[in-house]
């Protein structure tokens, strides 16, 4: 038996995790769950969003599937997700966006992998007032964790046998900042001379995305500019519905479905578990189970595909539960 932390997160996040555990139960992978609390959920009960019995059981399992968990806006607790990525030191979020076919996807011929750092950036939440009138917020990049991450996107590309590495940047304009990422960058990728590499500045490569996105192979991109470029990204193949990922760094991964808490939703039972669910298969290839991923990953595609069993935002009109028992049926 395996052993994993399990965050069913808030909102619509408990509907879809069961479904993703309830697929890989009927898989025939046997994992115990540790079920602790993140969140909103956490906050509630604890007084704490991010209670230490939680760090400590996915330090102890080192694997952990998760639900969203909601962040106020403008106000409240810090979010839960970034004080989890920092305090586990999760300095890569990587997230595969793959063309499936009966998506509402505009395109079809999608097949990339987007490695985000995931540790610094303007999402350190350093900032503060300059008098009454003025924010400041200061954006911190080193040398460290640019190298990191980069070393982890071209890695990847040889396991994988992609041929592309693509970098977006503003150094044109923050200098020493996205200087010293592009750097960083261009130093691995000297490393590894059979990978192409290219060097595109952040906003010119949302309008070559959006008009060819089959350009593009592994990408590679500082924290804010990789959280906005994943949405977009999603929105290509169907919407955050469709899209897993995974927090990962050298003790430990987290992986967690790319969309939100979807509280207008929550509790109707008509949440698309498909992210979940393929957080489940990126989970069990992680651990070796590749024949049991594989499986769902089928299962899913063929249940899409067929359009029969699955949910409003995919042009069904199945719920939760009915998708759910139609990928296990499809296994």
């Given at each position: 038996m395996y052993k994993a932390t399990l965050i069913l997160g808030d909102g619509i996040g408990p509907e879809v995790i069961k479904a993703a555990t309830s697929?890989?139960?009927?898989?025939?992978?046997?994992?115990?769950?540790?079920?602790?609390?993140?969140?909103?959920?956490a906050l509630t009960k604890y007084n704490n969003s991010l209670p230490d019995d939680a760090i400590n059981s996915i330090e102890i399992n080192r694997i952990?599937?998760?639900?969203?968990?909601?962040?106020?806006?403008?106000k409240g607790f810090r979010s839960a997700n970034i004080s989890l990525r920092q305090r586990l030191n999760l300095y890569a979020n990587v997230r595969p966006i793959k063309s499936i076919e009966g998506t509402k996807g505009k395109y079809d011929n999608i097949d990339m992998v987007i490695f985000r750092e995931n540790t610094e950036d303007l999402y350190m939440g350093i900032e503060h007032m300059v008098g009454k009138d003025a924010a400041e917020s200061i954006k911190i990049i080193t040398r460290e964790a640019s190298e990191r991450i980069a070393s982890m996107a071209f890695s990847y590309?040889?396991?994988?046998?992609?041929?592309?590495?693509?970098?977006?940047?503003?150094?044109?304009?923050?200098?020493?900042?996205?200087?010293?990422?592009?750097?960083?960058?261009?130093s691995v990728a000297?490393?590894?001379?059979?990978?192409?590499?290219?060097?595109?500045?952040?906003?010119?490569?949302?309008?070559k995305m959006v008009m060819k996105p089959e350009n593009y192979d592994v990408l590679v991109l500082p924290n804010l500019y990789g959280d906005l470029l994943s949405e977009m990204s999603a929105g290509l193949v169907g919407g955050l519905g469709i899209v897993p990922g995974v927090n990962i760094g050298v003790e430990a991964a987290v992986f967690e479905p790319t969309h939100g808490t979807a509280l207008d939703i929550a509790g109707q039972g008509i949440a698309n578990p498909?992210?979940?669910?393929?957080?489940?298969?990126?989970?069990?290839?992680?651990?070796?189970?590749?024949d049991a991923a594989d499986r769902i990953y089928n299962s899913v595609r063929n249940v899409i595909r067929n359009g029969k069993y699955v949910t409003r935002d995919l042009g069904g009109c199945s719920n939760t539960l009915e998708m759910t028992k139609a990928i296990i049926d499809s296994l």
């Open positions: 697929v890989i139960e009927a898989a025939g992978v046997d994992i115990g769950w540790d079920e602790k609390m993140v969140g909103q959920a952990a599937l998760k639900g969203p968990t909601t962040t106020e806006i403008g590309a040889v396991k994988e046998k992609r041929k592309k590495v693509t970098c977006a940047h503003k150094a044109n304009i923050m200098k020493l900042t996205d200087g010293l990422f592009l750097s960083s960058v261009r000297s490393k590894f001379p059979d990978i192409e590499y290219e060097e595109v500045i952040a906003d010119s490569l949302f309008m498909t992210a979940a669910i393929l957080c489940g298969v990126m989970l069990l290839r992680h651990i070796g189970e590749k």
